[in-house]
């Protein structure tokens, strides 16, 4: 199973920047952001596929940014103005389709370990 590598994660005050970044040994299509604390459940944060389709959770919309170089095994996820509920255990996810294909029907493939980011007011 391919592995996949969350990065980039740490400690903000609110308003703040940081950019996570997720790499995977596999041959990823799809590679979407998910965030989680404890207690709840998953959050879908972003979402973006080699077509270029992008989307992105409530919460987020117009706050963070999601991209995946054409060609490449990797994506970046941009937040910006964030948010102590933006706090959360933020994990990578990959996929060999396109999104339009298997979301929200089911899970992605692929699971890295997470990277934990924390914003502080």
């Known amino acids: 199973q391919a592995q996949v590598v969350e990065s980039g994660g740490g400690s903000v005050q609110a308003g703040g920047s940081l950019r996570l970044s997720c790499t995977t040994s596999?041959?990823?299509?799809?590679m979407g952001w998910y965030r989680q604390v404890p207690g709840k459940e998953r959050e879908m944060v972003a979402l973006v596929d080699s077509t270029g389709d992008e989307r992105y959770g409530e919460a987020v919309r117009g706050r963070f940014m999601v991209n995946k170089p054409f060609g490449k095994q990797i994506s970046y996820l941009q937040m910006n103005n964030l948010k102590p509920e933006d706090t959360g255990m933020y994990y990578c996810a990959t996929d060999s389709q396109p999104i339009r294909i298997f979301w929200p029907g089911r899970d992605f493939g692929n699971w890295g370990q997470g990277t934990q980011v924390t914003v502080s007011s």
């Open positions: 596999g041959n990823a299509y799809s």
